[in-house]
């Protein structure tokens, strides 16, 4: 299969509990990106790190990128019900024009 | 800019019909994409582009074609549409400039098949 590996698939936690995605994937990569997709809607960027880069933060958002282990976890601080999506990571391999999508998890964080 | 469109953004067909997808970017990204989401899944890639005139096949391509006769965009047919079609359609281009790669996504496309 061409798809990555998210887990967990499915994640349920408490409004202002942080969440933590881990996405895997099976060759070298020039960059990862995050996306969070709403029931019914959109992918929206989240972030993209670059194979060179450790670690990204963006508001309430922190990327981290481990190439030798060829994972990258997402995790969402102080979460709040309106972070409820799934989330989804897509790795660009070096040399090939396409990306690689993982299966995704959802989270669902409760008031 | 209006980044990535599509049309329609709903349609539904009987089986057998043929429809044509329009994904238009105005960001003069090279690679184009389409992708098909089903339920509950992840997304899968149905052919894509890196250049006018030129087109791939990705990991889903049967019952579909496509075409990028202008940069800006890339259409997707169905020739004769089929239940499995029924899905949600995605297109997304790239910029490859600067090398970010980064990749920017169309609001989507919603098609049932009958």
């Known amino acids: 299969s061409q798809q990555g590996e998210e887990d967990p698939q499915a994640l349920s936690i408490q409004e202002g509990e942080n969440a933590t995605m881990n996405c895997s994937y099976k060759?070298?990569?020039?960059?990862l990106q995050w996306y969070r997709q709403n029931s019914g809607r959109g992918l929206v960027h989240l972030i993209l790190?670059?194979?060179?880069?450790r670690e990204k933060h963006s508001g309430r958002l922190r990327v981290t990128l481990d190439t030798s282990k060829k994972s990258s976890s997402l995790l969402i601080t102080a979460s709040r019900a309106a972070d409820t999506a799934s989330y989804f990571c897509?790795?660009?391999?070096?040399?090939?024009?396409?990306?690689?999508f993982g299966t995704g998890t959802r989270l669902k964080v409760l008031a | 800019n209006a980044g990535v469109t599509q049309t329609p953004k709903f349609r539904v067909l009987k089986t057998g019909q043929s429809m044509t997808l329009l994904c238009a970017q105005d960001?003069?990204?090279?690679?184009m994409y389409w992708y098909r989401q089903d339920p509950g899944m992840g997304l899968r890639l149905i052919h894509y582009?890196?250049?006018?005139?030129?087109?791939a096949k990705g990991e889903v391509p049967d019952g579909y074609n496509v075409s990028r006769l202008k940069k800006q965009n890339f259409l997707l047919g169905l020739e004769s549409a089929a239940p499995s079609q029924t899905s949600v359609y995605f297109c997304?281009?790239?910029?490859?400039?600067?090398?970010?790669?980064?990749?920017?996504f169309g609001p989507g496309t919603r098609l049932t098949v009958t």
């Open positions: 060759t070298s990569i020039n960059n």
């Open positions: 897509a790795a660009f391999p070096g040399g090939t024009y396409k990306y690689i």
């Open positions: 790190i670059r194979s060179n880069e």
């Open positions: 997304a281009s790239i910029d490859q400039q600067g090398k970010s790669y980064e990749q920017y």
């Open positions: 582009s890196v250049g006018e005139g030129t087109t």
């Open positions: 960001m003069n990204h090279e690679y």
